[in-house]
């Protein structure tokens, strides 16, 4: 199953441990547009609570979706400001 977003980039962090996946969300997310989605393609298992827990403590990104499969964690992120 995968997600259906319109997806301005694509950021990949395959290989890269806690906390690497959420800055380098973070640093990604910042240069988007408002509105614009990101899609964040993760191994390592801990983004999945790691990447919701920043977004739900982070003003102005909404976590969208998560999807497991194949190894790899995708996670959906939206620019809200």
């Known amino acids: ?3 259906e977003y319109d997806i301005a980039e694509t950021l990949d962090v395959k290989g890269a ?6 800055v380098k969300t973070k640093g990604a ?3 988007l547009a408002e509105g614009a989605v990101l899609e964040v393609l993760a191994t390592d298992p801990g983004s999945m609570s790691d990447i ?5 403590g982070t003003e102005g ?5 998560q999807t497991e499969g194949d190894d790899v964690y995708k996670h959906y992120v939206r620019r809200t400001a």
């Open 61 to 65: 990104v909404e976590l969208l979706d």
């Open 52 to 56: 919701d827990g920043w977004a739900a």
């Open 29 to 31: 997310i910042d240069d």
């Open 17 to 22: 441990s806690c906390p690497m996946p959420v």
């Open 1 to 3: 199953m995968s997600a």
